[in-house]
């Protein structure tokens, strides 16, 4: 079956250090994968996606995500996190070989940053 | 400006009364989706709709119903056969096409008491 597996529902930083958020898919196909992220009680915001460009997709607020295809992963990076990052991440995936292009979405991944 | 308007922003029902809620997008989206989302799983799909007059269900569609009449319109009835109808709802857009992200309102709030 699809699937869409964030292994972490909680992460912890500090300001400035480096974040990973971990994001795994299960499909045959290279499927279309994004990452939005959500702030309390607020619709959810697009920071980046893959689709079959470049491996390495840039993405708003100086994250970072690398598309690997053997290991069916795609994990956001930043390199120094910001009070402002403390929000709940999403990996979403669209499974390019059904019918169905609907975005299915991971668990989700809280971040917080201490000062 | 160009968007995803979803209201009312809160809503309370009592248990057995169907609530409506709606979500307009003026983005010329041929696509419409509702998600549910609960603590701790995600967003899950309820219906969508890649076309104006057509939808599907999506994987917790039991006790929902919708109608995409117009195409920058895509309601979400929520009924009395929804057990747990207490979540945070989400409507999207997209072009629909292979791959495009989607665009999400800021969510409706439902409470049913």
């Known amino acids: 079956a699809q699937s869409v597996t964030q292994l972490d529902s909680h992460v912890s930083v500090s300001e400035g250090t480096p974040v990973l958020l971990r994001c795994n898919y299960s499909?045959?196909?290279?499927?279309?994968l994004f990452w939005y992220v959500q702030h309390p009680n607020k619709g959810l915001q697009l920071l980046l996606k893959?689709?079959?460009?470049?491996?390495l997709v840039k993405g708003i607020n100086g994250f970072e995500a690398e598309f690997k295809k053997s290991e069916t992963s795609f994990h956001l990076t930043k390199p120094s996190a910001h009070m402002s990052d403390a929000a709940e991440y999403f990996c979403?995936?669209?499974?390019?070989?059904?019918?169905?292009?609907?975005?299915?979405f991971g668990s989700g991944t809280r971040l917080q940053v201490q000062p | 400006d160009g968007g995803i308007t979803q209201s009312p922003k809160y809503l309370f029902r009592k248990e057995g009364q169907n609530v409506t809620l709606s979500c307009e997008q003026n983005?010329?989206?041929?696509?419409m989706y509702w998600y549910r989302q609960d603590p701790g799983q995600g967003l899950r799909l309820i219906y969508y709709?890649?076309?104006?007059?057509?939808?599907q269900k999506g994987d917790i569609a039991e006790g929902y119903s919708v109608s995409r009449e117009k195409k920058e319109s895509f309601p979400l009835t929520v009924t009395s056969a929804q057990k747990n109808p207490t979540a945070f709802y989400l409507c999207?857009?997209?072009?629909?096409?292979?791959?495009?992200?989607?665009?999400f309102g800021q969510g409706t709030r439902l409470t049913v008491v």
């Open positions: 709709s890649q076309i104006v007059n057509d939808f």
């Open positions: 999207a857009s997209s072009w629909g096409d292979s791959g495009t992200e989607a665009f």
């Open positions: 979403v995936v669209i499974f390019m070989d059904t019918g169905r292009r609907a975005l299915t």
């Open positions: 983005l010329n989206h041929d696509a």
């Open positions: 893959y689709t079959s460009a470049a491996t």
């Open positions: 499909s045959s196909y290279s499927p279309s």
